[in-house]
Nanobody, 121 residues
């Protein structure tokens, strides 16, 4: 079994910062792309940022210059540094990874359980 576990969410004031972590565990053979998604109340889930196995990075326009995605490949962990947070960043943040286990071929998408980020004064 492979699982992703997010941490680091919480309540922060506008203009503040948070750092999210996503740790992959289990019988991991390798990981391709990973990404952070978010879902605000009443809205569809959207891709926030992604990072491939060769460190190619993409951001959605609304977070460019404020959020930074990174990976520690040795620890199978991904991070999202969020600065200058705005009210509209409030959402449940999910991590996603294309992960191959030792027991199966292919790289199915694996999701974490989500962590809530609330930006409020």
């Amino acid at each position: 079994q492979v699982r992703l576990v997010e941490s680091g969410g919480g309540l922060v004031q506008p203009g503040g910062s948070l750092r999210l972590s996503c740790a992959a565990s289990g019988t991991i053979f390798s990981i391709k792309a990973m990404g952070w998604y978010r879902q605000a109340p009443g809205k569809e889930r959207e891709l926030v940022a992604s990072i491939t196995s060769d460190s190619t990075i993409n951001y959605t326009d609304s977070v460019k210059g404020r959020f930074t995605i990174s990976r520690d490949y040795a620890k199978n962990t991904m991070y999202l540094q969020m600065n200058s947070l705005k009210y509209e960043d409030t959402a449940v943040y999910y991590c996603n990874g294309e992960i191959r286990s030792y027991w199966h071929q292919g790289y199915p998408a694996v999701w974490g359980q989500g962590t809530l980020v609330t930006v409020s004064s």
